[in-house]
């Protein structure tokens, strides 16, 4: 029982983070293509939509590649898993204090946009997988 309720809340997990990614993809190439079709010069949405597009990229990576090792786990991978999700929520809590020093040493100094553009995309997709992680890790923690 505790073997397979862990395996869904798994997938359940990997289904919300590959849905994350692909609309994190699709929304970042869209932008870049409106961009590119008016002709707009904005740094910020530019690097915005850089950063959407490979952070998304990189989630439906790690979704594709967790997803091919699902398996059944016992207590020791159950506990394994919980120390993992520790630590992707310590590196996306760096992820955000990253992106927001980013935006703010591009905001003050010279104003260049692009580098607070890059720095506001790192908070969301950091934000994102924040959310994600937590909540899986508070289910993971509800059954041990």
Known sequence: MFADTLLQFE??????????AHISVLSGALLLLWLVRRREQSPLLFHFAVQTVAWGAFGVALAAWQWHGLALRDLAGATRMDHLLWLAIGLDLGGIGVGTTLAITGWHPGQRLGLVGAGLGIVVQAAAFFVLDARFLGQLQGLV
């Not at 997938?11 to 994350?20: E, P, Q």
């Open 11 to 20: 997938r359940d997990y990997l289904i919300r983070l590959a849905v994350w």
